[in-house]
């Protein structure tokens, strides 16, 4: 046998065997991403082990003291009251213990095998009511507690009993402890997380990630004191070349003060999103000239196109009812203006509370998709979804800055402009820019929160109460839908948002401006519900997640490919709950995945390893070692 044939062989061998290698990696790429999709078809293999499981913490719960109330750190037991009845709408009355403390209403039934808990956040509360119990005897009393949660339970209890004539009493008292001059207790709550949440957020670190300040846009601290904005935070953005002055002259011009600052640039075309409040314009139509030269400063800041595109999200003949607010065509010449028709924020709280009528307590199965439709819910959320597609498609294919606005500029503004930064930028999908994303655009930005909640506040008809966020989280829901794989976190983070929106346990949605927040001293005495979230984050990470990065979302907002989201609204329902406990599924796949990943990774350098022994060896018969040269035959 020859030399030349031997050294060919060599070579031939070891490309076979780099070859079978990189198959393999392959292979165990594709592995993953099937075993995922399969286990989430096979969970009932696994129904077993998971009723042991089950069993052994009933058994653990039934040693336990079930009567004992798990308290969190700094909250303290107000009043204990025995055989209340929790009048069940779902599985028939129980009776038990009811106990409130300053942070929640805790029942406990051991009438059955299994004990029943009910946990209510006081800060969830919207309203107490007095209701009729009469079949139960006449001296007992009954008491519904209207939620902000979509449920509203009930109780009944004898009056005989001075610590039962107490429990109306205390639950107004804490429920609602700013009409009853306490503090809310999130300033007492004292838990310690490895992470501080509020490091999340630093506007100068997330302008710097846009790229800014650069040459047509600064970093403003004109609003260092909130003279000139006291609802807009400290930093501002805004075009590099517009003096103090004239700053100060286009927020008189604006309500509320509420200047265009920008809220996001494209990294490649600058084309900008920028976010304000309405003109004052007046039944007169009167102009300003600094707010003409502003926009059209914006305009120029963009060389990719010289047009600038107004997104009022008003509907047409509301906001041309209403002594005007508009910007004039003739004024602005540059400037294309398109109505959004979203409605206020009394339609939209109306229509929450007709939903709540449809999924609680009772579902009315045969006209379940008509009682839906007639609540009008989805149709907004489809409204809210148009109005994004349209801005993002705009910055995205037409290169074109942007201006977002409704009337006061905090509500259907966020909604919109933090909608369609979610669609543009990839990095608001991920599990810290999520919450970077809400910190700038609605806490930073002003939304009001204490308003639209209602946070500690007894008075439930208030007509500033609106649940805007809870439609944006929804509008979130439905992306994430559409595209399964492109967000990091999962539907669990979402609900534990929704949950202390409401629960007064962290400082985050508190209060109504930075200002308010930075008088409150929110950051230096309460916790961030980041802290929670991120001490755990594996409990809200999707596993199917692949980072796609400079990806433009574009989801189908027609009400066809909308739905009701379940997982929230009917949660309460113990009739419309998963069989399967879906975020221990989701848990168990992202473990999978990390093990496949580390095999994965460990293949790859194996093949790394035969690709440089390979590389060796044509290495040592190559023309300079003396060797003959390879050719490829043709």
Known sequence: MSPQFTKTNVCVCVCVCVCVCVCVCVCVCVCVFVTCFCLMSMCDLQVSRRTNLRQAFKDVRRQAPMDEVPLVPGETIKTSVKDVMYICPFTGAVTGTLTVTDYKLYFVSLERDTPFILDVNLGAISRLETISVQSLGENTSGLEIVCKDMRSPRFAYKMEEQSNLEILEVLTKYAFPLSNELSLFAFQYKEQFPEDGWKVYDPVAEYKRMGLPNESWTISKINSNYEVCDTYPALLVTPTSIKEDEIKRVASFRVKHRIPVLSWIHPETQATIVRCSKPMVGPTDRRCKEDEHYLQTIIDANAQSHKLTIFDARQNIVAKAKDGGLENENFYPNMDLNFLEIPNIHVMRESLRKLKEVVYPTIDEPHWHSAIDATHWLQYIRLLLVGAVKIADKVESS????????????????????????????????????????????????????????????????????????????????????????????????????????????????????????????????????????????????????????????????????????????????????????????????????????????????????????????????????????????
Request: include cysteine; aromatic fraction near 14%; charged fraction near 20%.
């Open 399 to 634: 290169k074109s800055s942007v201006v977002v606005h409704c009337s006061d500029g905090w509500d259907r503004t966020a909604q919109l402009t933090s909608l369609s930064m979610l669609m543009l930028d990839s990095y608001y999908r991920t599990l810290r820019g999520f919450q970077v994303l809400l910190e700038k655009e609605w806490i930073s930005f002003g939304h009001k929160f204490a308003a639209r909640v209602g946070h500690g506040d007894e008075n439930h008809a208030n007509s500033e109460r609106s649940p805007l966020f809870v439609q944006f989280i929804d509008c979130v829901w439905q992306m994430m839908r559409q595209f399964p794989t492109a967000f990091e976190f999962n539907e669990l983070f979402l609900i534990t948002i929704l949950d202390h929106l409401y629960s007064c346990l962290f400082g985050t949605f508190l209060y109504n401006s930075e200002q308010e927040r930075v008088e409150k001293e929110v950051n230096g005495k309460t916790v961030s519900l980041w802290s929670y979230i991120n001490s755990q984050s594996e409990d809200f990470t999707n596993p199917f997640y692949v980072d796609y990065e400079n990806h433009v979302l574009y989801p189908v907002a027609s009400i066809r490919h909308l739905e009701l989201w379940i997982g929230y609204y009917v949660r309460w329902n113990p009739r419309m709950r998963p069989q399967m406990p879906v975020h221990q599924n989701l848990k168990e796949l992202l473990y999978l995945r990390a093990e496949l990943q580390r095999k994965v990774e460990e293949l790859q350098k194996e093949a790394s390893s035969s690709h440089s022994i390979s590389s060796s060896s044509e290495h040592a018969y190559s023309p300079s070692n003396g060797g003959t040269p390879l050719h490829t035959s043709v």
